[in-house]
């Protein structure tokens, strides 16, 4: 019976999908082996292989190791395919759990980003969960989340945080109304609450509620709020995480309450947000002085989660790098390109006048609040991975290996580098016994990848990686091949053809092409229709 109800789940999920998507993906199976492939686990452990696993109705049941490198797998000793079962040929690939973007918003009205752009650049990168820490409003994001868990779209698992107070009718004035609010917003179904800063009391009255319903939290400590508001009250009032890095450095200020303001500083002028935001690690305690000491260690000791999302700024170190990205060419929409361009009203396009000084600024900046997360994940404090795509010339999938390239950087070797990816962001968000790794008995979530992934992180890239080949050719390698979700295997390939077609498809209406700032306008015109 069982098998059967399975059947018709399967059917119904071919059914909902298009003639083109049903090439994109297959399955749910009652059994899937995925054979030969090394494995990179999301907890700590080295690569083993070759192994061969077992997924039936969407649970990992074995993990069989089937041999030794370089030696001939003996197949008697591999599990048995059952009939109507279907099998993965992976020797010589690598394996590793399904990545969990801790920071992923899921498009935009102003960057014209809709969902299904979104998920299948996000798919065939690996990403196989999302928490998305604020978007369009509740019910959008949870109609989406619905819709993925029935398998009814192509997309992620998403794990929805709304914005505080978003979709109420009332002024949060009071810590009541706050814990109204956060009622409110469990029972519309949301899995946490993103804040950004209100003032203490209702700060205090809005977590100790959302804890007693047993709901996530996560919060980017705007500049507005921060000074009464920093990184070590959230902690101790229960906030579960931080995004980016905002109220950390002023928790570790000495000499003063709030940042070095210019005199003519107006928040609301995006350079100069970003520009002096470049300044704020140089005034907080100096590394491994006592006083940061002690606000890590408190950090670590309320197991409180750090979600650096490093790549996010990192235009504002070498803003040539970034719009040179060799994806933007293929993968970037003329309206998300166009949302990317200096504005003085487009948040995070604050290329007013960016030039060397501030660069020079960021990456001092970048080498102290790295050396910081570096040394939170060596005292045993949680580090996760991150994106927050869709803004300052970062790409939804490709921004989340670069995220991984920058823990890389940071100081993390490869396989912590995984974890952060993994199996830390299932703890955070209280998944670890269904995500996160591959053990027997958590879900189907993982990826495929034909290159080892330890050695050059670069081979996740939806491009992947540059190689000589041993006929002196100039190759192109990597990439995932597979993601798979739920049990259902994704061509992670396809997705991408899938991607640039929809944006060719976008320049052939709008007679684009990409161009660079100060370049001819007239090249985003079609007629005297110009891109909005």
Do not use: C
Request: glycine content about 8%; hydrophobic content about 35%.
């Amino acid at each position: 019976m069982k098998n059967l109800q399975y059947f018709f789940i399967n059917f119904l999920f071919i059914l909902s999908l298009s003639s083109q998507e049903n090439k994109l993906s297959d399955g749910p199976f009652n059994q899937l082996i995925i054979r030969g492939a090394t494995l990179i686990n999301g907890n700590g452990s080295p690569p083993i292989g070759p192994v061969d696993i077992v997924i039936e109705n969407n649970i990992i049941k074995l993990i069989s190791s089937v041999g030794y490198p370089g030696i001939a797998i003996l197949e008697n000793s591999r599990p048995k395919l059952k009939e109507n079962g279907r099998e993965i040929n992976a020797e010589g690939m690598y394996i590793l759990p399904g990545f969990i973007d801790m920071h992923g918003h899921i498009g935009g009205t102003s960057q014209g980003a809709e969902p299904d752009y979104v998920f299948k650049l996000w798919l065939a990168h690996g990403i196989t969960t999302v928490r998305e820490p604020s978007g369009r409003g509740i019910d959008y994001s949870l109609d989406l989340k619905n819709k993925s868990l029935k398998n009814e779209i192509i997309a992620p698992r998403l794990i929805i945080y709304s914005g505080f107070g978003s979709d109420f009718k009332k002024e949060i004035s009071t810590p009541e109304l706050a814990r109204e609010w956060v009622r409110f917003n469990a029972k519309k179904g949301a899995d946490g609450i993103k804040f950004f800063g209100s003032e203490p009391d209702i700060m205090i009255a809005a977590l100790d509620e959302n804890n007693l319903l047993g709901l996530g939290s996560a919060m980017h400590h705007a500049q507005l709020s921060v000074a009464k508001w920093n990184v070590l009250n959230s902690a101790r009032a229960g906030l579960k995480s931080m995004e980016h890095w905002y109220g950390l450095p002023e928790a570790l200020f000495e000499d003063k309450t709030v940042q070095n303001y210019p005199y003519d500083y107006n928040y609301s002028n995006e350079q100069h947000r970003f520009e002096e935001a470049g300044k704020l690690w140089q005034q907080a305690a100096k590394p491994n002085s006592d006083h940061w000491n002690n606000v890590m260690n408190e950090l670590i000791s309320l197991d409180f989660t750090l979600d650096p999302t490093f790549n996010i700024y990192e235009a504002s170190r070498d803003l040539q790098r970034a719009r040179r990205a060799e994806w933007h060419e293929e993968y970037t929409l003329p309206s998300l390109w166009e949302f990317y361009q200096p504005s003085r009203i487009s948040h995070g396009s604050y290329w007013h006048y960016w030039g060397t000084e501030q660069e020079v600024a960021w990456k001092e900046n970048f080498n102290l609040w790295m050396n910081f997360v570096n040394e939170y994940k060596n005292r045993g404090g949680r580090v996760t991975a991150g994106s927050d795509s869709g803004f300052i010339f970062q790409l939804y999938g490709f921004a989340f290996i670069r995220e991984l390239e920058l823990l890389r950087e940071a100081g993390f070797h490869p396989i912590e580098v995984i974890m952060a990816a993994t199996l830390n962001g299932a703890e955070a968000l209280g998944m670890e016994n269904e995500i996160g790794s591959i053990e027997i008995g958590k879900k189907a979530d993982m990826l495929i990848v034909e290159e080892n992934p330890l050695e050059n992180l670069k081979v996740l890239y939806g491009t992947g990686a540059i190689k000589l080949n041993t006929n002196n050719e100039v190759v192109r390698v990597g990439g995932v091949k597979y993601t798979i979700k739920d049990g259902i295997v994704y061509d992670s390939k396809l997705l991408l053809e899938d991607v640039k077609k929809m944006v060719q498809k976008s320049k052939d209406e709008l007679n684009y092409e990409i161009y660079q700032p100060g370049e001819k306008k007239d090249l985003v015109k079609k007629g005297n229709k110009n891109i909005d």
